[in-house]
């Protein structure tokens, strides 16, 4: 079982960074492939980033590459994402997931999730 909690989400202006965390509980953090996945009002849930258990293989959707970075410490439990240069339309809930695999994109893989933390963007 693994338990997630997110933060760092808030208001910022166009152009500007966050950072964002997910901690998470258990000792097997280490063995899961942490995921980042943002849904919009209205839309559905969008891949943003992930990362394998090593820190090995890192992959990004479309929309946030060259702005935002997934990273891990596997010593502290915890993945972040490092986002620069927001957009409006980055406005969204963002949600940290584990799988119980090395490294994965597809949503329906992550068994755990956060609660979610809230980024906007005002333009």
């Known amino acids: 079982q693994v338990q997630l909690v997110e933060s760092g989400g808030g208001l910022v202006q166009a152009g500007g960074s966050l950072r964002l965390s997910c901690a998470a509980s258990?000792?097997?953090?280490?063995?899961?492939?942490m995921g980042w996945f943002r849904q919009a009002p209205g839309k559905e849930r969008e891949f943003v980033a992930a990362?394998?258990?090593?820190?090995?293989?890192?992959a990004y959707g479309d929309s946030v590459k060259g702005r935002f970075t997934i990273s891990r410490d596997n010593a502290k439990n915890t993945v972040y994402l490092q986002m620069n240069s927001l957009k409006p339309e980055d406005t969204a809930v963002y949600y940290c997931?584990?799988?119980?695999?090395?490294?994965?994109?597809?949503?329906?893989?992550?068994?755990?999730w956060g609660q979610g933390t809230q980024v906007t963007v005002s333009s």
């Open positions: 258990g000792r097997t953090f280490s063995t899961y492939a």
């Open positions: 990362i394998s258990w090593s820190g090995s293989n890192i």
């Open positions: 997931a584990a799988a119980g695999r090395p490294f994965t994109t597809r949503e329906y893989e992550y068994t755990y």
